[in-house]
Each structure stands twice: as C-alpha cells, then as structure tokens.
C-alpha cells in the first residue's frame, strides 16, 4: 500500500465511523422519546369478535388513548399494507375501515399531517382504489401518496442489520415524527407469514436485496431502523391462511375477527402467529424473521413476560 | 360557415384522439376508445360493417370527409400546412395532376401485401396508425416529462396532484419509423398540402375512388366565376384545375377552403342532380372491393405494384441483417408473448396495423412492439416483455381498446383464463437452491399459484410449477431477484390456451380462541 492509499483509508474508515456514530445518538433520540409517552400498563392488547374499528377503539383505549403515543402538531405516516390488487375481501391488502378508524384518531389527538402509502407489489394505482384504502384514508382526511418511485425514498443506515447494513425507505417515513405500523395477517410463500416485521418491505425501495440477500434477516435487519412506528396494529378481521401473500380465490380466507396492537413488534407478530396458527398449522419455528428480530433485540417473543390484556367484544 | 365547421370538427376529433393516446391517467372514459374505432383500416380489419357502411355512405354522400376531419393524420398535415403559411408568406398552391399510376399502385402493392399475409405495408401506409405511432413515440415521452415537471413544482408544495412517470425507449425500429413518418410526411404537408392523402395513402385513394360518386360535392358555379385562380391557390389537394374549371373530386378533400376564399361567391357545395346518379357503381362492402382491385388494374400496375412490394420486404430484410448495432442479449425466450387476445401469431400478424395504441395504454408498461420476434411480418406489432412490470391479472384494457381487432376484448372471467405463455423453472439459478435462503418472490405474485412454494431444506421453501394453470402474466419473471439470469421466466406460445384453473371450495373455518 503506498502512502496516498494508506491515507485514503484512514480518512474513508474516519468518515464511516462517524456516520455510524451519528446514526445510533438519532436511534437514541427517537427511542427515548417513546417510551416517555408509553402511559399503558400493558405491552400487548388482543381485540377479538369485533368489527375492525370497533375493535381498534376497545385497543387503543386499552392502550391509554391516542394521545399517548401521537402528540398535538405531529406529522404522522399510517402504513398499511396496500401490495395487491385484491379487493377486502381477500385479506391480501389491510381492512379500510382500520385504516380510516387510526387516521382519524390520529386527527383526534391533534396530528397536522397523516400520510398514507405503501411500495406496491401490483400496479399502485390499482392496489390504492381495489383495496379501497385510497378513498378511505382520503375520506378521514390522510394524504395519500405515491411510492412507485425511487425518487420518493432517502437512504438511511441500517447499523445493526447482520445482512442489510443500508436502505432507501420511504421519505413519509424518514420525514415523519411518528409512524404507526398497520399490516394484515398472512401467509406469505417465502417468509411463510406476513405481519407487522414483512410490512416493513413496503416502506424499502430495494425488495429485491432482500429476497437476494436471505429474505429472513432482511427482514429481521430493517426493523432495527432507528426510527421504530409508535404502534403496531395487526388487522387480523380477515385472515389468508393459504396462496399468500396474493391468494387466488375466496377459500384462501378465514373471518376471523382478530385485532392485535403493541410497541413491541416481535410481540406483536408472535401473539399474530400463534393466531394464525389456529387456522393453519405455522409454528414459530417456520416464521424464522420473528426469532432473528428478537436475537437483534428488537423486541421479545416470550409471551409469558408481557403484561397482555385480552378483550372478547 | 362549411369551413368553419369542418375546422373545429377536424380539430375536436384530432385533440381528443391525440388526447386519448396520450391520457395515461385515464381522465378520458374508456368509451373514448370509439375515436380509434372509426377509423377507416381498422374497421375494415374488425370487420365492423356499421362503421364500414357509414364511413362508406358519408363519402358517398359528402365526399371524403372521413379524410379531411376523421383521420388525424389528415387533420396533422392540416395544422403543418398552416404552420408553413405563417412562415412563408405568399403561400400558394397550384393545380397538379392526378399521379394515377403511383396512388393506384400503392393501394394495389397494399392489397397484395395484405391478401398474401403481409400486413406490415397496411400497417405501415395506415394513416390512423401511423399516427398512432407518431403520438406514441415522439408526443408521448414530452407529455410524460411534461407531467414530471408538473410533478416536481406540485410535489414541492406538498401537493400531490400529480405523479411521477418513468420516460423510456419502446423501440427503436418503430421509434425510427414513426420519426421518419412525420419528418416525410410533414414536409410534404409543409410543401404541397394533402400530397400524403392523394398519391400515397391507401385509405385516401379507396375513398378517392368513391367521392368521385358522392352526391354533394364542391362545384363552379359557371356565371359568377371569372377564373381568377384564387381557389386554386387556396385547394392544399391541388385539384382545382381553375382555367378549365374542373375539380378532381377524387382529390378533394372537402375542406371548403376554395368555397371561403372565392370573392363573387361561384363556388358551391350542392347536391349534384341524379343523373350523374347512374354512373354510380353498386359499391361493394369492404373487403371484396380491395381484392378485386389488382384483378381489374393493367398488367403493367400489377407489375409495379409486386416491384413495391419486393422493395419494401428488401429493405425489411436488409434492416434485419443489420440487427448488429443492436446490443446483444442472451435471451433464453425463444417465443414471443402475445398480449392477451392476441388469439395466435397468425391472428396477430393479420389484423394488427401497429397503431401502438395497446403500447400506451396498458398501465402495466409490459407492450412494447417487437422487432423481428414474430418474423418479418410481425414487425412493430405488439408483444409482451417483463423489464418494466408485468401482465396485471385482472386488467383488460389492450383488448378493450384495440380497435382492430387483433386483440379481442376479454372479460375479466376471460381474461383470468386466458394463457399467454408457460412458466419455466430453472432449479441452478434459485437462489433457495444456491443460497439455501429464503426467497418465494415469484410464488408471491402468482395469481393462480401455478408457482406455489413446496418444502425443501429444512424450514425453507422452494418454487414448484404447474404449467396447466399459469397465465402467463410475467410476474415471477419480472420479480425474481436471481442475478445475472433470473431463475423463473415465461415461454410464449404460437397460440394461446385456456389455464385450467379450478373453483376452490370455500370451507368454512371458525377461530374462537386468540391462541396463546
């Protein structure tokens, strides 16, 4: 190695030392700041026999209210799952009515902004009105926006991810000041369920790293982004058990009338699994993304160590 | 007052069909499609006698009106034309003879290429597609980066109104042809007026033939005219001939100009009496009369309409040949994949002018024109690729707006059935079996599951096809992550089948406990 060599790897290896640093005082920040507004007594809430809304009512007041978690002037990004071109009925994209019942509390509790999208896996302006969540988060006030290009996604570090290490993730995200995690309960064909840690591959640009680069632990790695949703609310009133995470014809779907919210994302897709796991044999086992993201510790899957409140409607 | 008429008739159809092909957010309703299928080629490809007989009976009537408002291509060269007077001052136009044996000889050459199979030369002469191709090609990209631009200054503001759009090359060769189209046919609109319509187009000549019969027709009024000239000067299809006070009514065009400019009012647009009646041909409906064209011409126009022939196929064949400046790529696909309603290549390849009206409608951006993928034949006509997305299931729109016929409408219980191509496996290049990760991309967008993910190591899954049911909508082609060569793409088929795909029984499942 010549001299000039040598000094530009010195300063290279300076530069990225110092963004990693930087990243993890942002991870810090942003983590400090939730757990101070956390005023529920409970990690978990499970809603069950209710319609979507009126279960998501019954949780969140179990949770303390809105006003816990989303504060007066806040720019908030709801994000549910709108990847194909399936009507309500399919389980494929996230109820509608939850989605209009969590922008509209969002409001209530003094937001300025929501902001809607999803990285569609169908042509987005199909998914947007087939899955009828354009026109209802439009019609609770939210933004709707696209998320087809790349030029609407920043790149963020990932320091903690084992596989990803960077990704682009949508600007609604990176430019909110809190987000809230909305995903409906699936099978998926190759991370075999799809909850609130696979919906994350909707707010990334590049999906492709992820199934080329074991699908897994990306999954696992994008979670560890510094900036964490305030809430995780699985949509479970319908559920796809099988064809997933696109299904094919009614029989994939199973009316269960389900709903499940936490901070905590890997208790939150743990309580979803064993949910699903009712309806079609899934043990955890399988669902390697949830076991990976608690050994990166993002959350836990140990049940038993959580305060859960369980509402029959 | 006539002019006056046809003038914002003309430009009212040419907006919105220009407007059409270029509307991708589909603010125009889809019933808009009918100004595509009044055109003249494609109703005779469809076979639509409604319209072929009205089209028919209004040149009968009025002459060629179907040139001088209906085609965009005539209204194009219009709009070329007046452009030119504001640049050059004393523009005039003067009288020319009819060029008989080069009109005649295109519209035989046509027939000929067509009767034989060879549908390029129609598509290529059609003045609507040719259009299309213009609109398509070169209009197109600027309206996108029209809208990007809007995007960008909307977007700013917070305002989502608008959305960004990908701009990109379809093709080449049609790019190249639809440049080389409006560069000739706009300079020679710019020049001499309706040249195009009156010694090439193939349409302009077979209506030719018919105004010569219309019953209303512009015509001298023998007292008042003084031969002044000025009508001549304003005819852009020079068939005036003011000294001898004649008008070639297989030329004109029915533009009123010569009846707006004439100062002692001695041009008219009146009925002409029933015994000119007589001479009226029984007219025979669509495509018996093109057929019978070439039998009738002299040797000598057949002759020269197979030596046009032969041309063009060389020139063809001489493009193909010189494919080297093309990058190369391996390609695996060794067929093509029709759009969906494309019946088979052959129902393609003879009903298809390339108008490219599917290549700017589908919202799913996988139609573009091929090149040499369907032989010579198929050149420019529409075929599927999955660079840029893939066939939604439940989309219909190219067959809903072909108007030509080659590619049917399809119901959305059709179009569900309806195979395109077969799924192919490549086991080496998965990144399950190479990286013994996770994948199931391509099961993921299956919508029939003709890929579906069966165990394999472990807790991993791994793809497994059923060729019977696939689609062949390119979704697992176009989202397998293998690198460099994707381990899943879609084989095409000559002629399209029907997916036997089953009814699933919806069993009903009750959960009553939350599980854990």
Known sequence: MDRRNFLRAVALTGAALTTIKEAEAMSILTQSFETTHAASKYDLIAVMGGEPEVMFRKAIAEMGGMKAFISKGDKVCVKPNIGWDQPVEMAANTNPKLVAEIIKQCFDAGAAEVTVFDHTCDDWRKTYSTSGIEQAAKKAGAKVVPAHQESYYKSVSIPKGKSLKSAKIHQAIVDSDKWINVPVLKNHGGAQLSISMKNYMGIVWDRKFFHANDLQQCIADVCTYAKRPVLNVVDAYRLMKTSGPRGKSPADVVLSKGLFVSQDIIAADTAAANFFNQAREMPLEKVTHISKGQELGVGTMNLKSLNIKRVRI | ?516
Not at chain 2, 74 to 96: E, N, P
Not at chain 2, 171 to 193: C, D, K, P, Q
Not at chain 2, 234 to 247: F, M
């Open chain 2, 1 to 516: 007052m006539l002019k006056k008429t046809r003038v914002i008739l003309s430009l009212l159809l040419f907006s919105l069909i220009t407007l059409y092909f270029l509307d991708f957010r589909e603010f125009l309703p889809k019933s808009f499609s009918f100004l595509a299928k009044i055109q003249f080629i494609p109703a005779l490809l469809a076979v639509n006698i409604l319209i072929l007989v009205s089209l028919l009976v209004l040149t009968l009537l009025f002459g060629r009106v179907y040139c001088s408002s209906i085609c965009p291509m005539g209204v194009y060269q219009d709009v070329v034309a007046w452009l030119s007077k504001k640049f050059i001052r004393k523009k005039r136009y003067t009288y020319s003879k009819a060029k008989n044996i080069l009109r005649w000889s295109v519209l035989a050459a046509t027939i000929v290429a067509f009767v034989f199979g060879f549908t390029f030369l129609v598509g290529l002469l059609d003045p609507y597609g040719a259009y299309g191709r213009m609109i398509t090609h070169l209009l197109r990209p600027a309206y996108l980066a029209g809208n990007n631009l809007l995007e960008a200054i909307f977007t700013s503001f917070n305002n989502y109104a608008f959305y960004k759009v990908s701009i990109y090359s379809l093709s080449l060769f049609s790019s190249a042809i639809a440049l080389i189209t409006l560069g000739v046919i706009g300079y020679l609109a710019w020049r001499n007026g309706r040249t195009y319509c009156n010694t090439i187009c193939p349409v302009g000549t077979t209506l030719g033939l018919l105004s010569k019969y219309s019953l209303f027709k512009v015509r001298f009024a023998d007292d008042k005219c003084n031969m002044c000239g000025l009508c001549a000067m304003k005819c852009k299809a020079s068939c005036i001939d003011s000294k001898n006070k004649k008008i070639d009514h297989s030329r004109c065009v029915t533009c009123f100009n010569c009846i707006e400019s004439c100062n002692r009012n001695a041009m008219k647009f009146s009925f002409i009496g029933l015994k000119k009646k007589k001479s009226v041909s029984p007219i025979p409906a669509y495509t018996f009369l093109k057929e019978d064209q070439p039998a009738n011409e002299s040797k000598r126009r057949f002759l020269s309409a197979s030596l046009v022939v032969g041309l063009a196929a060389g020139k063809l064949i001489a493009q193909g040949t010189s494919n080297g400046l093309l990058p190369k790529k391996e390609l695996k696909r060794q067929i093509p994949i029709a759009p969906p309603g494309a019946v088979s290549f052959d129902h393609l390849r003879e009903k298809c002018i390339s108008c490219h009206l599917c290549v700017s409608k589908c919202p799913s951006h996988v139609i573009k024109p091929a090149f040499l993928e369907y032989g010579l034949e198929g050149i420019m006509q529409p075929k599927l690729y999955f660079d840029r997305g893939f066939c939604n299931y439940d989309c219909t729109v190219c067959g809903d707006v072909c108007p030509t016929g080659a590619l049917l409408p399809l119901t959305k219980e059709e179009k569900n059935h309806t195979q395109m191509g077969q799924v192919q496996f490549i086991i080496e290049n998965c990144i399950v079996y190479y990286d013994e990760t996770s994948c199931g991309a391509c099961s993921e967008h299956c919508p029939t599951q003709a890929v579906h993910m069966v165990p394999y190591k472990g807790v991993l899954t791994i793809p497994e096809t059923d060729t019977s049911i696939c689609v062949g909508c390119g979704g697992c082609e176009y989202v397998c992550p293998a690198i460099p060569f994707k381990a899943i793409y879609v084989e095409g088929l000559a002629t399209q089948n029907k997916a036997e795909i089953k009814k699933e029984e919806v069993k009903k499942t009750v959960i009553d406990d939350f599980g854990f």
